[in-house]
Structure formats: structure tokens, C-alpha cells
């Protein structure tokens, strides 16, 4: 089982940045995809942007491209995700996942194992 760990949300006002951080217990399949996806309040949980720690490949939800840069740490199984210029409608429980498809528009029910989320809350 692999464990999966986020810190790193917050509040701020719009305009401003915020950085997620997100470790695995340990590697998932070699051309699998680390992840963050949100889930709004009466939203469905959509991708906000996912990496292939194999080759450095990077995916992104319409929403955020250009705004928010997903990374990786070198020699870990761990991302971040630099979210920069948020707005209000970014307010939402941001979960990292493991372990899926790298595609821009991943289904979430396609990642293997999850963390608990951290809150991102963007006032106007």
C-alpha cells in the first residue's frame, strides 16, 4: 500500500501564491502519473495538473494553465504544485493522487491511492 501525504494549503487573498507539497511512501508504476485534482463544494473532483516522474512529462486542466506549474523533487517520490495569480473560484480541497494515467483530462476513479487533501482558500 502507498502511502500519500499533502501539506501546504492556506488561505490567501486573490492574486496571490500558494505551494503544495506532496510526498509517496514509495514509487508507483514507472510510466504512471502523480497528481493533484480538486474538488469544489457541490463540484465534481477535477485534474489540475499531473506529472510522469519518468520522464518529467506534464499535464494540465484548462482552468489553471499558465497560472499553476506542477513539479517534481529530484530522487523522490514527490511534487509540488506552485499556484500563482489564484483567484476565488480556485477555493477547493486540493488532494494529491498516485498511481494513474497522465492526461489533462485523467478521471479520477483512475488513480490508485489518494492523500487526505488540503484545504486552498482564496478570498476576493
Known amino acids: 500500500q502507498v502511502q500519500v501525504v499533502e501539506s501546504g494549503g492556506g488561505s490567501v487573498q486573490a492574486g496571490g501564491s500558494l505551494r503544495l507539497s506532496c510526498e509517496a511512501s514509495?514509487?508507483?508504476?514507472?510510466?504512471?502519473?502523480m497528481a493533484w485534482f480538486r474538488r469544489a463544494p457541490g463540484q465534481e473532483r477535477e485534474l489540475v495538473a499531473a506529472l510522469r516522474p519518468f520522464d518529467g512529462s506534464t499535464y494540465y486542466g484548462d482552468s489553471v494553465k499558465g497560472r499553476f506549474t506542477i513539479s517534481q523533487a529530484p530522487g523522490r517520490n514527490a511534487i509540488y504544485l506552485q499556484m500563482n495569480s489564484l483567484k476565488p473560484e480556485d477555493t477547493a480541497m486540493y488532494y494529491c493522487?498516485?498511481?494513474?494515467?497522465?492526461?489533462?483530462?485523467?478521471?479520477?476513479?483512475?488513480?490508485?491511492?489518494w492523500g487526505q487533501g488540503t484545504q486552498v482558500t482564496v478570498s476576493s
Open positions: 514509495s514509487k508507483t508504476l514507472i510510466r504512471s502519473c
Open positions: 493522487a498516485a498511481n494513474g494515467p497522465c492526461r489533462g483530462n485523467a478521471n479520477p476513479l483512475h488513480y490508485d491511492y
